[in-house]
C-alpha cells in the first residue's frame, strides 16, 4: 500500500516472543484503534521508561509520531518524544537520539515555536550526520530549513532545502524530493519569485503523484 511508504518504517532489534501484531482492514480502522487506546499508548511509553523497558520507551513514540502529527495530539506527542529522548540517551542509541530531536523540532514548528524547533534540528542534523545516513540527514536538513523559514532566515533556509533536495536526488528519494520541491517553492514564494516558486510546486506535484501521495 503506497499509503504506508509515506514514512520510514521503526526497526526493532528483536521481537517480543508469543505476541501478534493487528491487522486492519483500512486505514480509517486502525486510525479508529489508535485513538481508542490513545491514553494507553502514551501509559506504555510512561511506564516502560520507569520499569526500565528503554528499548520500548524509544521507539514507541516514534512510531506513533505520524498518528499524533495527523489528529494533532500535541500534548501526547512532547510528552513521549520528552520521555524517548531521555530513554534513547540511557541506552547511548544516537540513531534514536537524533530521531527523537527531529521529532520535538518537528512539534515546535506546528505548535508556533519555531525558534526553538532549530536548536533541535540542528542537533539531530549534527548527529545524523555523524552517523552518515544520509537519507536521515536530508529529513534533518529539512527541518532545519523549514524552521528558519518560520522566522524569516530565508537564505539559510534555501541553503538547507537546498542541500536536502541534492541529496534525496543522489538517492533517488522521490517521496523525499517532493517535500524538499514544496518547500523550496514555499521558500521561493517568500522570496518574492513567483516563476521559480511555481516551478518548484509543479515538480513536486509530479513527485507527490508518482509516489502517490
Not at 505548535?111 to 540527514?137: K, P
Amino acid at each position: 500500500n503506497k499509503l504506508l511508504l509515506q514514512r520510514s518504517p521503526i526497526n526493532f532489534d528483536s521481537k517480543l516472543v508469543g505476541t501478534e501484531p493487528l491487522s486492519f482492514d483500512d486505514f480509517a480502522a486502525a486510525l479508529a484503534w489508535c485513538e481508542l487506546e490513545r491514553i494507553n499508548l502514551t501509559l506504555l511509553t510512561v511506564q516502560a521508561n520507569q520499569r526500565g523497558l528503554l528499548h520500548i520507551a524509544c521507539k514507541l513514540p516514534g512510531v506513533l509520531r505520524g498518528f499524533y502529527n495527523l489528529r494533532k495530539h500535541w500534548s501526547d506527542w512532547e510528552k513521549t518524544h520528552n520521555i524517548a529522548l531521555e530513554a534513547a540517551r540511557r541506552l547511548g542509541d544516537s540513531d534514536g537520539e537524533a530521531s527523537m530531536l527531529n521529532g520535538i523540532g518537528t512539534l515546535m514548528k506546528q505548535t508556533n515555536r519555531s525558534a526553538e524547533a532549530i536548536g533541535y534540528h540542528q542537533s539531530a542534523l549534527d548527529r545524523r550526520r555523524r552517523l552518515g545516513s544520509m537519507v536521515d540527514v536530508a529529513s534533518s536538513l529539512d527541518g532545519l530549513g523549514t524552521a528558519y523559514r518560520d522566522i524569516g532566515r530565508l537564505d539559510e533556509a534555501l541553503k538547507c532545502l537546498q542541500e536536502s533536495l541534492a541529496i534525496r536526488q543522489g538517492t533517488g528519494d522521490r517521496k523525499g524530493q517532493g517535500w524538499s520541491f514544496n518547500n523550496l517553492g514555499e521558500t521561493e514564494h517568500q522570496l518574492g519569485n513567483h516563476a521559480e516558486a511555481l516551478q518548484f510546486f509543479t515538480l513536486a506535484l509530479a513527485a507527490r503523484t508518482e509516489v502517490g501521495d
